[in-house]
């Protein structure tokens, strides 16, 4: 081979070379930047579905807990309305209307009703949402409070005439989330409905 024939050779190999030296066409970088881009944007929707998942569980723990130990206090308050002294003729539910219940219970027994153990007002207000025990709030964001009065003859109603027929209350609360919930787009509501039978009241 003459040394003429070795240049042509020598030139194809570095045309090669080069060639393979080239790097990425833009075809070629172009569907790499898409393909990354879908990844990031799967790796972010995923991100935020599992912060608005960790926000809507929070809310509903958060609601529930706060619900819960306000309907238990109530309970625990209803349930001793009327507990005086043995021969005394203190009536144990001195107010009762559709949203407002007063109730009395001598815990001391010392003949006396005083204090805000012993004379306790629960109220709904309508226009800042919360449930007070007398005057002071226990509950915001509630959206109902509501009581209703079984009578000595069973009879039900939220407007009792004669406050000493009162044998049981029915009591319902509904609460709306502190804030929206972002899988929902709406507010989470829970309702509790019970019962209570105050035990010192006439059978």
Do not use: C, W
């Not at 060639?19 to 898409?34: M, R």
Request: charged share 20%; no cysteine; net charge neutral.
């Amino acid at each position: 081979m003459g040394f003429q024939g070795y240049q042509l050779i020598a030139g194809s190999r570095r045309e090669i070379i080069m060639k393979k030296q080239a790097g990425f066409t833009l075809v070629e970088l172009s569907i790499v930047l898409l393909v990354t881009m879908i990844l990031l944007g799967s790796l972010f929707g995923f991100y935020v579905s599992q912060i608005h998942s960790f926000r809507s569980q929070e809310l509903t723990i958060n609601t529930l807990q706060n619900s819960r130990i306000v309907m238990s206090v109530m309970t625990k308050d209803i349930r001793m309305a009327g507990y005086k002294p043995s021969g005394s003729s203190m009536v144990g539910v001195a107010q009762a209307t559709p949203a407002t219940l007063q109730i009395l219970s001598d815990k001391n027994l010392d003949g006396s009703i005083s204090g805000a153990s012993e004379d306790v007002i629960y109220s709904f207000d309508v226009n800042t949402h919360t449930v007070s025990r007398n005057g002071i709030p226990l509950l915001d964001n509630v959206e109902l409070l509501s009581f209703v009065y079984t009578l000595d003859d069973g009879s039900t109603t939220q407007t009792p005439g004669n406050l000493s027929k009162i044998r049981k209350i029915n009591l319902t609360l509904r609460v709306l989330s502190s804030d929206i919930d972002p899988l929902t787009k709406d507010y989470k509501r829970y309702e509790f409905i019970t019962d209570i039978t105050p035990r010192n009241l006439p059978l």
